[in-house]
T-cell receptor, first 117, second 109 residues
């Protein structure tokens, strides 16, 4: 099956620093990737939809200048949390859709746990 | 607005059967997904229904009725490792997934 990887798996950083998270589709091309955030005991919250070669579409309430998304190739999207603060500590998960698949399934990366001190 | 409803929590006994229901109201429909998520991990795909009826896959089955905006996930021969959250998600007309809050399933010996 299709595989999506994320790097890093977990990161601890100081308040005010920036953190970059990579999401890669390993064996398929993903014109669209999705970035989610999940706080403890809550469901997934879509942050933005990342489209290859164009600007990301952000959900209401998500600051595009704080969460920078770049989708420069068909297999890589990056999320940069700029000037991170403790309230940004969360589980960040990306997913990718295989446009050639009839199932419309989204394949999830393993997630990145961010802790901001 | 768009809405996905599923129970917050369910408890079942090892070896038994449990049915987790999901009702939805969305703008358009391009399929319904069930995902399993263990604590601290990303969701993993369980099933996809786009046509009415039952899809069986081993111990797990998923049913869809588009006219009723209803689906269920059926888990048979429950095992302790099935303790997890089960997420129902509907893909709308924009091919965006609308997520339910998840059902936490607790399996007791």
């Amino acid at each position: 099956g299709a595989v999506v990887s994320q790097h890093p798996s977990w990161v601890i950083c100081k308040s005010g620093t920036s953190v970059k998270i990579e999401c890669r589709s390993l064996d398929f091309q993903a014109t669209t990737m999705f970035w989610y955030r999940q706080f403890p005991k809550q469901s997934l919250m879509l942050m933005a939809t990342s489209n290859e070669g164009s600007k990301a579409t952000y959900e209401q309430g998500v600051e595009k200048d704080k969460f920078l998304i770049n989708h420069a190739s068909l297999t890589l999207s990056t999320l940069t949390v700029t000037s991170a603060h403790p309230e940004d500590s969360s589980f960040y998960i990306c997913s990718a859709r295989d446009v050639t698949s009839e199932s419309n399934e989204q394949f999830f990366g393993p997630g990145t746990r961010l802790t901001v001190l | 607005g768009q809405n996905i409803d599923q129970p917050t929590e369910m408890t079942a006994t090892e070896g038994a059967i449990v049915q987790i229901n999901c009702t939805y109201q969305t703008s358009g429909f391009n399929g319904l997904f069930w995902y399993q998520q263990h604590a601290g991990e990303a969701p993993t795909f369980l099933s996809y229904n786009v046509l009415d009826g039952l899809e069986e896959k081993g111990r797990f089955s998923s049913f869809l009725s588009r006219s009723k905006g209803y689906s269920y996930l059926l888990l048979k021969e429950l095992q302790m490792k099935d303790s997890a959250s089960y997420l129902c998600a509907v893909m709308d007309s924009n091919y965006q997934l609308i997520w339910g809050a998840g059902t936490k399933l607790i399996i007791k010996p």
